[in-house]
């Protein structure tokens, strides 16, 4: 669990306690009662834990209290803490639906065998206006087959996200295959929700026939390399398959050229340039994508001032287009870039770890050999994409440092070292 940001306010026990037991008619009650229930998950004491039991029991219904119980339960399950397992079983009947849907949730994260409680999340997908996903999932990780029937009813559910979770669900807990390819053509909707949910659910079913369709779906690089690093490595733990089943599309990734990507959107006119450019900043990556592949084939002379141009008003501080930015000037051997380039591999700002990677790639697509020794130095990192990144570019300039990381803690990097050195 990533607790980076969970006690920015460096409060003490006492404190966090006595702000969510605060009277609600106080001046700002809803923030104070919200934050002591988040801050309590620093705490894995009996007393934290009987606060937020006594902090969920409080059924009044003004909507402060309703958010500080939300929270409550979600503490709760982040301490993992079997005692209030009672407590969030009574918060499966509440009227609030988004409470109902953290005490699943956290049941799932406590763990239980009580078929009580268990039938109590199955029945919930008989009642209307439930965060039916949240309450599948919950039922397949606990491999609770009595549900399979209710479960059922929803892989043709409106809602793709919906219906992907019931189909790969009935996978898991059936053992019959047979329809996870609906769940891949997910990978290709309109819908970028059941684009990005899909994955989660073909991680979940251990669906390794789905490795080469996930490298090259329109959807960030982030949610397909988290697929292919899962799938992967419970893959090749179980040997369920060799490195050789993944490596072409884990480069894929790495590299991430939008060339490669299966597209899902497609323009009714030809697009202007500074069209293209507007749309390296849409959330939606399909779009990001194919406007990427549309400037490197529509506008290869013209793409990198207006680039630069966006960069400089925007993009500088738009972690989405600043990817989109850094790798494009690699993929145009836009040579003037190489200074923003490297300043990006540089970058150590959380919400730009993207782009670090990113970066890495376009040093080798310019065969900017003069960063060899900052791409080798770069090696010592710990994040996965970046180190992986810089050993492909070093490759790409002719320097294979795959032999110095055979014994690399990521089982995908050793594997690929052991690869490169038969």
Known sequence: MDNRFSNIFNLTEDQAIALLKKP???????????????HLINFPTQRSIQALIEAIQDRDPALENRIARRKAVESLGRLKAIAALPTLKSCLADEDTLTVENAVWAIGEIGTDDESIL????????????????????????????????I???????????????IASLARLTGDYSQMARVVEFLQHSNINARRACIQDLIDAEYYPAIAA??????????????????????LAADKITFADIESSLDQIIRDRPQDIEMVHEYDQPPSLEFLIRELYHTDFGRCYLAGKTLLETYPNEA?????????????????????????????????GYDLILEALHNTSPQFQKS?????????????????????????TPIFDLKYACLLALEQLG????????????????????????
Do not use: C, M
Request: charged share 20%; aromatic share 8%.
């Open 152 to 166: 059922k009813h929803f892989t043709s559910n409106d809602d793709e996200p919906i219906s992907s979770a019931a």
């Open 356 to 380: 670090r990677a990113a970066a890495a790639i376009a040093l080798g697509n310019l065969n900017a050999t003069q960063a060899i020794p900052i791409l080798k130095k770069t090696l010592d």
């Open 24 to 38: 609600l008619n106080t001046e700002d009650g809803t923030s104070e009662r919200y934050v002591g229930a988040a």
């Open 399 to 422: 320097d294979n440092y795959w032999s110095i990381v055979a014994d690399d803690n990521n089982p995908l990097i050793k594997a690929k070292a052991n690869q490169n050195a038969n």
């Open 214 to 235: 996930i490298a090259k779906a329109p959807i960030s690089v982030a949610f397909r390399l988290r697929g292919i690093r899962l799938l992967g490595a419970k893959g």
């Open 119 to 150: 039938e109590a999340i199955a029945e919930l997908l008989t009642k209307p206006n439930q965060t039916y996903r949240v309450i599948i999932h919950t039922l397949a990780n606990f491999d609770y087959k009595s549900a399979i029937n209710r």
């Open 304 to 336: 990198p001032d207006a680039l630069l141009q966006t960069y400089e008003e925007e993009a500088h501080n738009d972690y989405g287009a600043h990817f989109h930015v850094v790798k494009l000037l690699g993929l145009l051997n836009y040579q003037p």
